[in-house]
């Protein structure tokens, strides 16, 4: 029953980012923040949280997004309603990024306290492996490179998930990261991480 309450939530914030959606299309900006006000006032009353953080980020990222309601300061408000429902690392980190995407809110200082939720959650949470605390750490390495462009903090991430690889597959794939401009751009480290495959 729960399953599905969460679902009916994460799809009934869909429909409503739809609706908003159509509404700027059609240029009824008007409308489309009373749908808006509805939506909110929809799921703040629901009593399982779950799936109200999935519901609360679509509608800060249709709200802050300038094809659709181009509302920073409002964005701000459904951000930080997200920030409270979410529970993993991956929601704290999806959510990050969209708060530092330039796209929808663009507040990289506020997306770094996020992120931060998001690093304390990457080790610990009771169902990693080492392989999964790897995989978070890799995301962290890659999300703070190319959402914040900070590539100390990325260099951080990536040697945390340098010390949990546990094979030349993981190597491999960190080799590529580290590689990529996108993240940080360090082609020294991915050829003694692809060195140490061959070992």
């Known amino acids: 029953m729960g399953r599905f309450c969460n679902s009916h939530i994460w799809s009934k914030g869909n ?9 700027t299309t ?19 009353k629901t009593a399982i949280s779950g799936s109200k953080w999935s519901a609360y980020h679509i509608l800060g990222v249709f709200t802050g997004s300038p094809k659709r309601l181009n509302n920073k300061k409002l964005a701000l408000e ?3 309603k997200a920030e409270i429902e979410a529970e993993d690392f991956f929601e704290f980190n999806e959510l990050a990024c969209s708060i530092a995407d330039d796209d929808y809110l663009g507040d990289k200082n506020y997306a770094k306290k996020v992120f931060q939720q998001a690093e304390n959650l990457a080790a610990v949470e009771k169902t990693n492996t080492q392989h999964e605390s790897f995989k978070r750490f890799l995301t962290l390495g890659q999300s703070y490179g190319f959402y914040l462009g900070d590539k100390n903090l990325a260099r951080k991430a990536f040697e ?15 080799a590529e990261s580290v590689a990529d401009e996108a993240y940080l751009g360090d082609s020294v480290w991915e050829k003694k991480l692809l060195e140490k495959k061959k070992k």
């Not at 059609?26 to 703040?44: D, H, M, T």
């Open 160 to 174: 945390k998930a340098e010390n949990i690889a546990q094979d030349w597959r993981d190597r491999k794939w960190l």
């Open 78 to 80: 459904i951000f930080q």
């Open 26 to 44: 059609l240029k009824q900006p008007g409308l489309a923040e009373e749908v808006l006000k509805i939506a909110l006032k929809n799921i703040s």
């Open 15 to 23: 429909q409503f980012a739809g609706i908003i959606d159509r509404l």
